[in-house]
Each structure stands twice: as C-alpha cells, then as structure tokens.
Nanobody, 124 residues
Framework: QVQLVESGGGLVQAGGSLRLSCAAS????????MGWFRQAPGKEREFVAA????????YYADSVKGRFTISRDNAKNTVYLQMNSLKPEDTAVYYC?????????????????WGQGTQVTVSS
C-alpha cells in the first residue's frame, strides 16, 4: 500500500522558514512526479509546487515563486519543500501528492496518491 508521510510543519513567525518533508513508500518513486498542495480553512486545496519525475523540471504557483523551493532525493524516496519568507497567508495544511509519469500538473485530481497533511501556521 502506497504511503506518503509529511513532516516538518509547525508554528513560525512571519519572515521565518520551514522545511517540509514527504517520505514515500511502496511506490517506484523515480517514476512519480511529486507535488505539494495546501488547503487553508474554508478554501479549496491549491497547488504549491511540483517536481517532475524526469528532466529535473520544477513548477511553482505564482504566490510562492522566489520563496519556496521543491527538491527531491530519489535515493531516499523523499521530496522536500523549503519555505522561506513565510507570510500569514501561507498558513494551511500542506499535502504531498504523487502522480506517476506526471507532467507537473497543478490539478489535484491528476494526483493519485496523497499524504495526510502537515499543518503550517505563520503568525504575524
């Protein structure tokens, strides 16, 4: 059974940084495009970033470009999200997702596997 387990969330002041991790198991990680999404209270889940399974391509939502960086370690079956210059509006539950042979879609329904999420709270 595929498992995606996020970690690294927490409470941070505005301007601070956090690094999220997502450890994947029971899937051929190298063949999966990995994405990060987030969902704030009362809002729909939205795309944050994705790391394509081949070619080293990365994709970002406009709202996080220049502040967030997605990376992956295929040897560890782990994808990361480095979040810098955090803002209160970044407060949300952050989810890791996997899309086999995906092209870096920003659409939630394109991702078959999801983690349980990790809370990120940015105080002003």
């Amino acid at each position: 059974q595929v498992q995606l387990v996020e970690s690294g969330g927490g409470l941070v002041q505005a301007g601070g940084s956090l690094r999220l991790s997502c450890a994947a198991s029971q899937l051929p990680f190298r063949t999966y495009t990995m994405g990060w999404f987030r969902q704030a209270p009362g809002k729909e889940r939205e795309f944050v970033a994705a790391s394509r399974w081949s070619g080293g391509m990365t994709y970002y939502a406009d709202s996080v470009k220049g502040r967030f960086t997605i990376s992956r370690d295929n040897a560890k079956n782990t994808v990361y999200l480095q979040m810098n210059s955090l803002k209160p509006e970044d407060t949300a539950v952050y989810y890791c997702a996997a899309d086999q042979y995906g092209d870096g879609s920003m659409v939630t329904s394109d991702y078959k596997h999801w983690g349980q999420g990790t809370q990120v709270t940015v105080s002003s």
